[in-house]
């Protein structure tokens, strides 16, 4: 698990780790000798953006730490994690002890920052991966040492009393926040130039600081900090820049500040990638408590709820905490030194794009259809255009029943409509709503949806660079013109031929626009094999890299390398990884991660397909005993929920579990395990599922003469539970039944 390929693809790092105990590391080199080196008790990598080292925590012993525990010793006082530095070229490790964080910044440096624990002394003798109770009393947020290490010329340094710090994302300065040796409640900020290893002070502030956020090239800087003594503080934001003589505070005075607002110290702090923009959260300030006159025991508490409210008191009481802790998105400009207010009580949602930065942003809310949630399925929501310059907001549409996106430039919305199962676009500037696809041309909707409810869209992939959007349907992909609907057309599949299903793999994570050539992942919904291809949506060349039978799945590339990962799994082969080369020509298996599995009973699968009483054709799954034969005399348990024929392939670990089947545990036990798949009707779900399910006992038993027809049993979990629940009422085939939390109230 937890798998990483290098930026340059020359290594790989996961982890391997067993149910219970200890786990490790492994880095295994990808070009010339294939060598692999393993790190016991180690995990949470992290790579060089120059592919040079790997940085890793290596945690005390399962053992060891259980024995502490029932010995009584508290957590604050077990073995602390140490961080493992791996450095590829050597193939040397270094352990540094009792180490909390640790960070490489994004790009190009390989320099390496780190935190020790408060109870860490840097001149004591304790060892990196020490075992031993920590005796030293010290609180969690209190000042501790942190490490620098330049790899590229092996240079370190250490730095006492530290708060915290952050990294720029290009590698080019380190801000921290140091605690002085003189002062209670004072703590100094100061910059570390990466190139030349120069430190700076830069300000002072009194109280306590929340985050710290720095541009990508480390010239500018803002935290959010609070002078506040009481339990319920009021923060302001600081913010630096290397070009200004002041720092600048934006506080609850600041100009444009929502009145009775503060910078909360529970919203993002991130500049924009073009630097021109920091954005940030604000909120409503906290309520300054009374002081309390009366004991514990003396205290009531009541819940109060009333029938006009927008929620459930149960939604209100689950959501509670969440809400506390809400935020509005704001805009601050150092240029102009001002503040834009962009979400709001009314307008909560805004989605921004760091990247992009672009001038229109979508807002959305939900605020005055919430009570509806109550007895309807679908979620309205109004969805408006925010102007990030000045804050102006329109509203572009009312009670939306479904996802909607907005172009590039901020001129068009394109939105979906689950009444008439259409893609829309409106123009902004004349408001004129335009029909850009729907049901004539194409299924753009769930076609195998069967609850009561208006089925949603299989979804946007998102917008090229020239303004078109991407789109799915039950054929293909679609390309929709907002401008011109005579322009959208469908720009991969048949529809004469659904039978395969594609999907856009996003392997830049810094990737802005949908690019020419696409990665897709590709199954077959009748043989259920899968693989990838690449699409060239110019021409219109579809490439099959590869497909087959079994489940390939996180397609992962190198930043800067034409390496691929992937993983590949049958239900009888563990999901290991495979690396495509040289354009896909070169497939080979990376991983053996669980050997052990060749020792033990297993089974096998296969597809099984009839037509139900209902006269519907379908699938389903049949999990035959590792010792089956059509001689043999083998009990069959009968599991569901929904459609599972997709699964196939799916590879299921022999693990415990409350109230579902593992299909690996019970065929290596000599039981046969059918998953049928099942088509609802609107209003009859218990008859619908008899009529799936009963039919598809029939066609499995038929076929699989060795399943004992008097030996059988039902199992279901939620809503197969209440299958099960209606099962029983209905037939006695079955000579036992389980239904694990069922919706029993129907």
């Not at 031993?132 to 501790?144: I, L, Q, R, V």
């Not at 935020?327 to 150092?334: F, G, R, S």
């Amino acid at each position: 698990s937890h798998m990483k390929i290098s930026n340059e693809g020359n290594f790989i790092v996961y982890e391997r780790n067993p149910y219970r105990g200890d786990g490790s590391l492994i880095i295994q080199q990808l070009r010339k000798s294939q060598s692999a080196d393993t790190i016991t008790r180690a995990g949470k990598a992290v790579v060089s953006p120059g592919s040079d080292a790997v940085a890793f925590a290596i945690y005390p012993g399962y053992d060891t730490l259980k024995a502490l525990k029932l010995k009584g010793i508290k957590n604050d006082k077990l073995p602390k994690d140490s961080l493992g530095v791996f450095q590829i070229a050597s193939r040397k490790l270094e352990k540094i002890p009792m180490v909390k964080s640790f960070q490489f910044p994004e790009k190009n440096k390989s320099i390496l920052v780190w935190h020790h624990h408060a109870d860490f002394e840097p001149d004591s003798k304790e060892k990196a991966d020490s075992l031993k109770p920590n005796k030293k009393k010290t609180k969690k947020d209190d000042p501790a040492v942190m490490g620098i290490w330049d790899l590229e010329k092996d240079k370190k340094q250490t730095i006492e009393k530290i708060k915290h710090y952050t990294l720029a994302e290009e590698g080019e300065a380190l801000f921290f926040v140091q605690k002085p040796n003189d002062t209670l409640d004072s703590l100094s900020i100061h910059r570390m130039d990466l190139n030349g290893w120069i430190s700076e002070w830069l300000f002072s502030v009194k109280g306590e600081v929340g985050q710290l956020q720095s541009d990508k090239n480390g010239e500018q800087f803002a935290l959010v900090t609070s002078s506040d003594t009481t339990k319920s503080k009021v923060y302001e934001m600081i913010y630096w820049n290397e070009n200004q003589e002041a720092i600048r505070k934006i506080d609850t005075v600041f100009e444009s500040m929502p009145e009775g607002y503060h910078v909360s110290e529970h919203g993002r702090l991130r500049f924009s990638d073009d630097q021109q923009v920091l954005y940030l959260g604000v909120a409503p300030k906290p309520l300054q408590q009374a002081k309390d006159s009366l004991t514990e025991d003396e205290k009531v508490r009541v819940d109060i709820w009333n029938w006009k409210d927008q929620q459930l008191q149960s939604q209100q009481l689950k959501q509670l905490d969440r809400e506390k802790k809400r935020t509005y998105l704001a805009a601050y400009y150092p240029d102009q030194n001002s503040l834009i207010p962009l979400a709001s009580e009314e307008i909560p949602v805004v989605r921004t794009d760091v990247k992009r930065n672009p001038v229109f942003l979508l807002g959305s809310s939900a605020k005055h259809y919430e009570y509806l949630n109550s007895w309807e399925q679908t979620r309205y929501v109004d969805y408006y255009r925010i102007n990030r310059i000045n804050g102006d907001t329109l509203r572009l549409l009312t009670k939306a029943n479904s996802i909607a996106s907005l172009s590039p430039q901020g001129d068009y919305l394109l939105f979906y409509d689950r009444h008439d199962s259409t893609w829309f676009s409106k123009i902004i500037e004349t408001a004129e709503i335009k029909l850009l696809a729907g049901k004539d041309q194409d299924i753009f909707y769930y076609a195998e949806n069967d609850v009561p409810n208006e089925a949603g869209p299989l979804g946007i992939i998102g917008w090229t660079e020239d303004g078109k959007a991407l789109v799915y349907s039950s054929f293909g992909i679609w390309q929709l013109d907002p401008a011109s609907p005579e322009k959208c057309q469908r720009i991969l599949g048949d529809k004469q031929n659904d039978q395969l299903r594609f999907r856009y793999q996003k392997l830049d994570p810094e990737e802005i626009f949908i690019p020419e050539s696409l990665f897709l992942s590709v199954f077959d919904k009748q043989t259920k094999k899968s693989g990838y291809a690449r699409f060239n949506r110019k021409n219109g060349k579809l490439e099959l890299l590869q497909i087959e039978d079994a489940r390939l799945s996180a397609l992962m590339k190198a930043k800067n390398a034409a390496e691929f990962l992937f993983r590949k799994e049958r239900f009888e082969d563990f999901p290991d990884y495979y690396l495509a080369q040289k354009n896909w020509k070169s497939v080979e298996r990376l991983t053996d991660a669980n050997p052990q599995q060749s020792a033990y009973c297993w089974g096998s699968v296969e597809v099984v397909s009839w037509v139900s009483y209902a006269g519907d054709s379908l699938q389903g799954l049949i999990y035959l005993p590792y010792n089956y034969s059509d001689q043999g005399s083998f009990p069959v348990l009968v599991y569901y929920y929904e459609r599972s024929s997709d699964n196939l392939h799916r590879h299921y670990a022999p693990k415990p579990s409350r109230s579902v089947i593992n299909f690996s545990d019970y065929t290596s036990r000599g039981y046969g395990v059918f998953v049928p798949d099942i088509v609802y009707r609107t209003g009859q779900p218990g008859q619908s599922a008899y009529d799936a399910i009963m039919s598809g006992v029939d066609a499995v038993l038929e076929e699989f003469p060795g399943l004992d027809s008097t030996r059988m049993g039902l199992q279901g979990q939620s809503w197969g539970g209440y299958q099960t629940a209606w099962l029983i009422t209905r037939t006695d085939r079955f000579k036992a039944a389980m239904a694990g939390a069922p919706v029993s109230n129907m």
